[in-house]
């Protein structure tokens, strides 16, 4: 069973950044993807960014590339998301998701493990 506890929501004004960590636990974690995504008011969850935990391969999307980078500590079990140059698009509950699937999906249905969220907010 993976867990994932995320931390280092906020408030956020326009342009500015913030760092998100998502604390994994559980057995074999290099055979997992790690993700994020993010969930705004009245509207779908939607893919962020993920991570192959045994290499590294990243992907993202097309409206955060260039702006987020997601990364992992493998000492300490950690997934992180650098978000920079924000804007209130961006104002969303952040989630951390895994999956021992071969590739990393952009469907949350293919995500069976889940963080609790972590709100970030963007706003002047």
């Known amino acids: 069973q993976i867990q994932l506890v995320e931390s280092g929501g906020g408030l956020v004004q326009p342009g500015g950044s913030l760092r998100l960590s998502c604390a994994a636990s559980?057995?074999?974690?290099?055979?997992?993807?790690l993700a994020w995504f993010r969930q705004a008011p009245g509207k779908e969850r939607m893919f962020v960014a993920g991570i192959r935990w045994s290499d590294g391969t990243t992907s993202y999307a097309v409206s955060v590339k260039g702006r987020f980078t997601i990364s992992r500590e493998n000492a300490q079990n950690v997934v992180y998301l650098q978000l920079n140059n924000m804007n209130a698009e961006d104002t969303a509950v952040y989630y951390c998701a895994a999956s021992n699937r071969t590739v990393i999906a952009i469907s949350p249905s293919h995500w069976p493990y889940w963080g609790q969220g972590t709100q970030v907010t963007v706003s002047a």
């Open positions: 559980g057995p074999s974690l290099s055979m997992y993807r």
